[in-house]
């Protein structure tokens, strides 16, 4: 037997591609499943038909014979950031009474557009279209911005693909789009005619309307035979000219005037100047009540990292954070000296750009972008644009050298954040940004979630530590990998961890002093610091495995080199004392012993956080591969942290030969220095 009508809907398919179209369950609120002759059927068993493709007949067929309504299924207007061969949809459209792009018959979206509004769906629209315009959303969002020039008056006509369902039920055909050309050079005698041409047919996997060749020889017309993103087009036309193209709803949506030659979903309600009748059902509306109708009341979203249903805004807003984080870097970014467990991780947190992995300097052609690990030095080359890549501050539940994939990278284009000596992309933005409200309450709120949650860097430590009966005064002093980049370039006089214990000794005679070793040197990956197995005669204690949050928690003070425990003390508003130069001082929060050149203003606890977690990082999803939040991240480690961090077996097999090679490495720069 089927499930009960109280366990939701069911959906039976002819087609083997919609069953098995990923996340369509969760976009429908029900299962989806092919029908199997001689199988019983459930009260509330509706047929998925796609859109008036040739193969919805089937469906059709398929629910006469069983006596089920026919739904039709399309994607949604706001669908993914790939193509849709490349991924499956964070939207579609379900339509109990036609399908949106079929104008010879109503639709759900047609009853749904004619309905009136109140002041909050009002609002709810403007916020909708707001939020568009700002996350510079289309579609498809995989393509980059067109970033070659543009003539000062143009107007912009939009090709579709040979066969396009919506061209026919959109009362058009091939001849439409020639006379959509020809209107658009007619009407705009002094301007340009930007043609472009729609991305599967640029990606070289359908064909278009026109003779492009030919169209290329035409003074007037240009051609954009590239996939580009639409929104740099659309934001300066003068016009849009559309068949039956989605690009006149967004054209709507930057308040472009649009010239139809079909009949499109967006069309004949008095937004637009129409070349066909208006069939008699559709009535003058608002932007608005447009807006609401496609957006909110017939689309149905999934979100893109629960899986579970969500809101229009929501996606919105992640496809908004796709494309901000994709454009950060030149199209083609070349990335020298990386390894092959790294290279993966270059393509995620540099997606939107080209990657090409080099070996040598000479592999580089001057004036590209190149992207480099940390503080390497990029000569002889010389680059237009130097990125530098490192672990983010909430990176994982697992250490970096065994390999453990991270959750944040930095990607800095003025200098490092552990490099005191020259200005850095997060100096720069603590120095000068301007922190808004919304920010700053972000910034509160995952600071609060990152104390009460108790997460660290690389949230490894389990062990308990108890603060010792008596002692008036605790403080901590957390050791370094002495070889590591952040002492050697963020470092002040004192550079070692023993001549850290001296320093602190010397400075707090009375004090209780926990020295508590780096990971990574307690498992044997990294090169203890000279002299370092002899740290407890100089403190009160020396603890491997106690959790960092434990430690945090009950001391009254810490002193670090260039620790990020420092950091961390400060979020637990814990006294700090630095001895190096790291990117959290000079900014009126710690107790600086070698202060920091070019730094000075005062920030709060919240500015820092907002620049250092929220704003300087990317944070990329290990399970979706697209770019994500802190807050996001927070409940990655969260959850990661929960199951435990288990190495596999190959991993732990490695960990031996990364050991050599890491201490090898150690030695090496602690020779240079």
């Known amino acids: 037997m089927g499930p009960s009508p109280e366990a939701g809907p069911v959906y039976l398919t002819a087609s083997r591609a919609i069953a098995r179209l990923a996340g369509l369950p969760a976009l429908l609120g029900g299962p989806v499943g092919r029908h199997r002759p001689g199988r019983a059927v459930a009260a509330g068993t509706r047929v998925l038909a796609w859109g008036r493709k040739p193969s919805a007949a089937r469906a059709e067929t398929l629910a006469a014979a069983l006596g089920l309504p026919v739904l039709r299924l399309e994607d949604g207007f706001a669908r993914s950031v790939g193509l849709g061969a490349e991924e499956p949809p964070l939207s579609v459209v379900l339509d109990d009474v036609g399908i949106y792009y079929d104008a010879t018959a109503p639709s759900r979206l047609e009853l749904l557009t004619a309905l009136p509004l109140d002041q909050t769906r009002i609002d709810r629209a403007r916020t909708l279209i707001d939020l568009w315009r700002q996350g510079r959303v289309s579609k498809y969002n995989q393509a980059r911005e067109y970033d070659g020039p543009l003539p000062e008056a143009y107007v912009l006509v939009a090709d579709q693909t040979a066969g396009d369902a919506s061209i026919a039920w959109g009362l058009a055909g091939p001849e439409s789009f020639s006379r959509m050309l020809g209107a658009a050079l007619d009407e705009h005698p002094g301007r340009t005619v930007l043609l472009k041409v729609h991305p599967e047919v640029a990606a070289g996997r359908k064909r278009g309307h026109f003779d492009l060749d030919r169209l290329r020889r035409d003074g007037r017309v240009r051609v954009l035979g590239e996939a580009v993103h639409p929104v740099r087009l659309l934001e300066r036309a003068a016009a849009v000219y559309t068949v039956t193209s989605q690009l006149g709803f967004e054209a709507l949506l930057w308040e472009r005037p649009v010239r139809t030659f079909g009949m499109p979903f967006y069309a004949g309600w008095g937004l637009t100047a129409d070349d066909l009748p208006a069939p008699a059902r559709r009535r003058p509306v608002s ?149 808004s409200p919304e920010l700053l309450d972000r910034a509160r709120a995952l600071r609060r979630r990152l104390v009460a949650e108790g997460v660290t860097k690389y949230n490894v430590d389990v062990g308990r530590w108890r603060r010792p009966a008596g002692a008036a005064r605790v403080v901590l002093v957390p050791g370094q990998v002495e070889a590591d980049a952040s002492i050697r370039f963020g470092g002040g006089s004192v550079r070692t961890n023993m001549g850290l214990l001296r320093a602190v000794r010397l400075l707090e005679p009375d004090a209780y002093i926990v020295y508590k070793p780096h990971p990574d040197v307690v498992i044997g990956m990294r090169s203890a610091g000279v002299g370092e197995n002899a740290a407890d005669s100089l403190c009160d204690a020396v603890v491997l495995h106690a959790s960092m949050r434990d430690l945090l928690e009950q001391v009254d003070a810490i002193h670090v080199l260039t620790s990020l425990a420092g950091f961390e003390a400060l979020l637990r508003k814990k006294m700090v004392f630095c001895h190096g130069r790291p990117f959290y001082a000079g900014w009126g929060l710690t107790r600086d012993l070698d202060p920091p050149l070019r730094r000075g203003r005062q920030l709060d606890l919240d500015e820092l956080v907002a620049g250092a977690l929220l704003v300087y990082p990317t944070y990329c999803h290990p399970v979706t591969g697209r770019f994500t939040t802190a807050e996001a991240a927070l409940d990655l480690l969260l959850a990661q942290r929960e199951r435990g961090a288990v190495l596999p077996w190959w991993r732990r097999a490695l960990r031996p030969c990364l050991a050599f090679l890491k201490q090898r490495k150690d030695r090496a720069a602690g020779e240079e220095q």
């Open 287 to 435: 932007l608005p009540a447009l807006v609401h109708a496609a957006l909110v009341d017939y689309a149905r979203y999934r979100d893109p990292e629960t899986g579970g249903p969500c809101s229009a805004e929501r996606v919105v807003s992640w496809l908004g954070l796709q494309r901000r984080m994709r454009e950060r870097f030149p199209a083609r970014v070349y990335a020298l000296g990386f390894s092959a467990w790294k290279r993966p991780l270059v393509r995620d947190f540099l997606q939107g750009s080209q990657i090409r992995f080099v070996t040598r300097p000479s592999q580089v052609p001057d004036g590209a972008a190149l992207a480099v690990w940390g503080r390497r030095d990029p000569a002889p080359v010389r680059p237009g644009l130097l990125i530098r890549l490192e672990d983010g501050f909430l990176r994982s539940v697992g250490l970096g050298v065994d390999l453990v994939r991270p959750l944040s990278w930095v990607a800095d284009t003025q200098g490092m954040y552990y490099d005191a000596g020259v200005p850095s992309a997060l100096e720069a933005l603590l120095a000068g940004l301007t922190f």
